[in-house]
T-cell receptor
Framework: EDQVTQSPEALRLQEGESSSLNCSYTVSGLRGLFWYRQDPGKGPEFLFT???AGEEKEKERLKATLTKKESFLHITAPKPEDSATYLC????????????FGAGTRLFVKA | NAGVTQTPKFQVLKTGQSMTLQCAQDMNHNSMYWYRQDPGMGLRLIYYSASEGTTDKGEVPNGYNVSRLNKREFSLRLESAAPSQTSVYFCASSGGTSGITDTQYFGPGTRLTVL
């Protein structure tokens, strides 16, 4: 069964304390992996798309990487405004296109 | 450029009542989607429309119907609401025409409670 698992469920960091969020997947026919940021009471906001193992993308303090089994979202020197839920989603093709979302990691950054 | 807009933002229904959630996008996207988000679970696809005039079932379509009114608008209808449909509903759109193929842009959500 196609599955996407994000860990940890919640992460508490001090401002400036770098860390990583994990998105592991067991799917067939992967076409792409997406990272989104979701603030409380709002819809997900697109961050990155990764298509092949070894690919990396960066935006400000965030860097996303992809292997054949998982993706990491690295947060360098986070600030309180980075506090949000981070969602990953995999897009696959198995006779038709499908997108599966993980449950998310809630990140709290304390000043 | 408003992106994806949804109405209403909040709604409370009694079991058995019906209602329609509205969604519109101004990005000239071909594909539109309806998701529900429940605590501890990922977003789950209810229905999607790959292009104007077509709709397809997603992962959890039971109890819902949709209408792709035109290229801009995609509505979700609950004919007889049940407490299990209490959730946050998100509409999304993307530029692709081959189904769920590319980056999706989300609306702000509708928070629905069914008593």
């Amino acid at each position: 069964e196609d599955q996407v698992t994000q860990s940890p469920e919640a992460l508490r960091l001090q401002e400036g304390e770098s860390s990583s969020l994990n998105c592991s997947y067991t799917v067939s026919g992967l076409r792409g992996l997406f990272w989104y940021r979701q603030d409380p009471g709002k819809g997900p906001e697109f961050l990155f798309t990764l298509y092949s193992a070894g690919e990396e993308k960066e935006k400000e303090r965030l860097k996303a990487t992809l292997t054949k089994k998982e993706s990491f979202l690295h947060i360098t020197a986070p600030k309180p405004e980075d506090s949000a839920t981070y969602l990953c989603a995999v897009q696959l093709y198995t006779g038709g296109f499908k997108t599966i979302f993980g449950a998310g990691t809630r990140l709290f950054v304390k000043a | 450029n408003a992106g994806v807009t949804q109405t209403p933002k909040f709604q409370v229904l009694k079991t058995g009542q019906s209602m329609t959630l509205q969604c519109a996008q101004d990005m000239n996207h071909n594909s539109m989607y309806w998701y529900r988000q429940d605590p501890g679970m990922g977003l789950r696809l209810i229905y999607y429309s790959a292009s104007e005039g077509t709709t397809d079932k997603g992962e959890v379509p039971n109890g819902y119907n949709v209408s792709r009114l035109n290229k801009r608008e995609f509505s979700l209808r609950l004919e007889s609401a049940a407490p299990s449909q209490t959730s946050v509903y998100f509409c999304a759109s993307s530029g692709g025409t081959s189904g769920i193929t590319d980056t999706q842009y989300f609306g702000p959500g509708t928070r629905l409670t069914v008593l």
